[in-house]
């Protein structure tokens, strides 16, 4: 069983020169996350989560501190290295879903292989992107272009799509955004399954509801974390608080 962290950060800084303004963007965070944990980085805007998950998805580089994903130094490797690790280790998850609109679900699938380095012969490639599909129900729907799915079913193929290289890590990035309310709870049910099979999922949002779904949260603000808590504990706590504001209410009414 493997025990080595999916991430470790070790005081991770990232500085934004503006001018003469030097913005400190992320400011000394360490964060071991392991495999198949299922976490929510949030914060308000300016907190610094967008530019904490463009580094644990190697699209930017720490100005100071170490990155390991999977046992992998980050920080020694050049552009085009990092663009093979995302490829090989990453699957990612947009708001948007940026899908190719005059492909079907299955081609949109199997984009990610076509820079695999190991070459994929075309019968694995659809084979594979089959497998993906059907682990997010869309099997079946998988000759359709985007305009013929719904919102729900578009984000579904986003997911597969992410998953099709078998990746060490998922990071979603407000995948419910674009979604109503019926469609996010499908869809966050969706990163629950995966979840349970053992896939480690990184999600930032702004939404307590879609970070309940999680079994961690962390919280930041300034560029630095504030809280790292397990869900279940913080919102047992809440329940608990509740109740003893319902008691002292019916007390003050007695």
Same mark, same amino acid.
């Given at each position: 069983?493997?025990?080595?962290?999916?991430?470790?950060?070790?005081?991770? +800084?990232?500085?934004?020169?503006?001018?003469?303004?030097?913005?400190?963007?992320?400011?000394?965070?360490?964060?071991?996350?392991?495999?198949?944990?299922?976490?929510?980085?949030?914060?308000?805007?300016?907190?610094? $989560?967008?530019?904490?998950?463009?580094?644990?998805?190697?699209?930017?580089?720490?100005?100071?501190?170490?990155?390991?994903?999977?046992?992998?130094d980050i920080s020694t490797l050049d552009r085009n290295q990092r663009a093979v690790i995302?490829?090989?280790?990453?699957?990612?998850?947009?708001?948007?879903?940026?899908?190719?609109?005059?492909?079907?679900?299955?081609?949109?699938?199997?984009?990610?292989?076509?820079?695999?380095?190991?070459?994929?012969?075309?019968? #694995?490639? %659809?084979?594979?992107?089959?497998?993906?599909?059907?682990? &997010?129900?869309?099997?079946? %729907?998988?000759? +359709? $272009?985007?305009?013929?799915?719904?919102?729900?079913?578009? *984000?579904? &193929?986003?997911?597969?799509?992410?998953?099709?290289? *078998?990746?060490?890590?998922?990071?979603?990035?407000?995948?419910?955004?674009?979604?109503?309310?019926?469609?996010?709870? #499908?869809?966050?049910?969706?990163?629950?399954?995966?979840?349970?099979?053992?896939?480690? &999922?990184?999600?930032?949002? +702004? #939404?307590?509801?879609?970070?309940?779904?999680?079994?961690?949260?962390?919280?930041?603000?300034?560029?630095?974390?504030?809280?790292? #808590?397990?869900?279940? %504990?913080?919102?047992?706590?809440?329940?608990?608080?509740?109740?003893?504001?319902?008691?002292? *209410?019916? &007390? $003050?009414?007695?």
């Amino acid at each position: 069983m493997q025990t080595r962290p999916v991430i470790q950060l070790t005081d991770i +800084h990232k500085v934004y020169q503006t001018g003469e303004v030097e913005v400190r963007a992320v400011n000394g965070v360490s964060l071991d996350i392991m495999p198949g944990e299922f976490v929510a980085i949030m914060g308000s805007s300016g907190s610094g $989560k967008s530019t904490l998950m463009n580094m644990i998805g190697c699209l930017d580089r720490p100005t100071g501190g170490s990155y390991f994903l999977d046992g992998i130094d980050i920080s020694t490797l050049d552009r085009n290295q990092r663009a093979v690790i995302r490829n090989a280790k990453i699957g990612f998850i947009f708001q948007g879903f940026n899908l190719l609109s005059r492909t079907t679900a299955q081609e949109n699938v199997e984009m990610p292989m076509l820079y695999n380095q190991a070459r994929i012969a075309n019968t #694995e490639q %659809r084979a594979r992107a089959m497998r993906s599909l059907e682990l &997010v129900g869309l099997a079946t %729907r998988s000759d +359709h $272009k985007p305009n013929q799915l719904s919102g729900g079913q578009q *984000q579904r &193929v986003a997911i597969a799509r992410a998953l099709v290289n *078998q990746p060490s890590l998922l990071l979603a990035d407000e995948p419910t955004g674009n979604l109503d309310s019926q469609t996010s709870i #499908e869809i966050m049910g969706v990163f629950q399954k995966l979840n349970e099979a053992g896939i480690t &999922v990184v999600m930032v949002t +702004h #939404e307590l509801d879609v970070a309940s779904y999680c079994k961690r949260m962390i919280i930041l603000r300034d560029g630095r974390i504030r809280t790292d #808590e397990l869900v279940a %504990r913080r919102l047992n706590a809440e329940v608990e608080l509740n109740k003893l504001r319902a008691a002292q *209410q019916a &007390v $003050k009414l007695v």
